[in-house]
């Protein structure tokens, strides 16, 4: 059985950003997350799509979901949890004759896990695993696997709603056509939440273009503004899914990474700062455009939002002071700096100001002085 330890690494394949793609493949890759996840020999998901009272059923060593029929009178694993957020655990599935005849799963009748999804569409959801007669019931880590799984779907599951939606417009930058500052306050305050109930880490960084102005100078507020939108797109490449990247000022950008330690973040932000130094932007050759990032974690640097976006920005601001074109981790009472203008993988460490600064967003970037 795969070990607890497990179920973060495969929470973050889930994510990964070669595998973007529509509302049937976000599916799939839950349902092959979720065998793997529980040794299951079988997983399931009743989504608020299902009008028509269908399940998507994925059996282990099968290639292709298959859909099945619910009863007329529909689910009663829905009926049983009456609204309630909690997994519902059975160590068979003949305790339940209802459950089984309506969530049962075809050739795999032992212990069985269905774990709700929240959404904002009032329509029930969940996502289930099976497992064969015999073999043993889920645990009480399995349960918190689950949950977790639950919250990386509904969250990936809403937020590809709101890029495609018609409320696309509400919580989108007009320029960058990435999150605005709106959706990113929102997006901070759930994940916060989220972490410190589940006990996880979570990270957070600042991404600023160096020398903005002297790019506007070069190309012009209009040609600039086109730079802007290829360098969203560009950063927005190197994230998962379920990342939450959104523009924040002129010149800056802010990424929140669920489930991910300051050491993940770093790695992260490394990978966003190469690719923007290697990259070519029209007109600018290869090189010419750099960005600098701040990286702050939960709970060590900050937990609530004034106190993560302070912490990313006093990071951000050694990472300009010492060139540009770098990546700094705040360490304990100082920093890190993780890559910079001659390609180091780890670089010096620096003092930083003290704690317990109050932020607002800002307009203009940071001055280079």
């Excluded at 269905?114 to 015999?134: C, E, K, S």
């Excluded at 960084?205 to 102005?213: M, Y």
């Excluded at 190309?219 to 290829?230: F, N, S, V």
Aim: glycine share 8%.
């Amino acid at each position: 059985m795969k070990s607890h330890e497990n179920s973060f690494e495969f929470l973050l394949e889930v994510g990964n950003p070669a595998d973007r793609g529509t509302r049937t493949e976000l599916l799939d890759r839950a349902l092959h997350t979720a065998l793997k996840l529980m040794d299951a020999d079988a997983a399931a998901i009743l989504t608020s799509s299902s009008r028509r009272g269908e399940r998507l059923v994925l059996h282990a060593g099968s290639a292709a979901t298959a859909k099945l029929q619910l009863p007329p009178e529909g689910s009663e694993v829905i009926r049983s949890l009456a609204g309630e957020f909690k997994p519902l655990a059975l160590a068979d599935l003949s305790d339940d004759a209802r459950i089984a005849t309506a969530d049962g799963c075809p050739g795999v009748d032992g212990p069985a896990i269905f774990t709700p999804l929240r959404q904002r569409d009032p329509a029930p959801a969940y996502i289930a695993a099976y497992r064969r007669r015999g073999r043993a019931r889920f645990s009480v880590n399995d349960t918190r696997s689950m949950l977790l799984l639950g919250a990386w779907l509904s969250t990936a599951l809403e937020n590809l709603r709101l890029a495609t939606g018609t409320e696309k417009l509400t919580v989108t930058d007009d320029l960058t056509q990435i999150y605005n500052y709106r959706f990113l306050k929102t997006a901070l305050r759930r994940e916060i939440q989220r972490a410190s109930r589940f006990a996880q880490e979570l990270s957070f960084a600042v991404i600023e273009l160096d020398h903005p102005d002297a790019d506007r100078e070069d190309h012009g507020d209009l040609r600039g503004g086109l730079l802007l939108k290829e360098l969203a797109s560009l950063l927005a490449q190197q994230v998962r899914s379920f990342d939450v990247l959104a523009r924040y000022g002129d010149d800056q950008f802010m990424l929140i990474l669920p489930q991910t330690s300051r050491d993940g973040a770093a790695e992260v932000a490394e990978r966003m700062r190469a690719a923007v130094e290697q990259h070519s932007f029209t007109p600018a050759a290869a090189g010419a455009m750099t960005v600098s990032t701040g990286v702050a974690s939960f709970p060590r640097h900050g937990t609530d939002i004034d106190g993560l976006v302070a912490a990313a920005e006093r990071a951000l601001q050694q990472a300009m002071e010492q060139g540009g074109n770098s990546v700094v981790t705040l360490a304990g009472g100082g920093f890190n700096s993780v890559g910079d203008d001659r390609g180091s993988s780890l670089g010096r460490i620096a003092r930083g100001p003290a704690d317990g600064l109050r932020i607002q967003p800002r307009v203009k970037a940071v001055s280079r002085g």
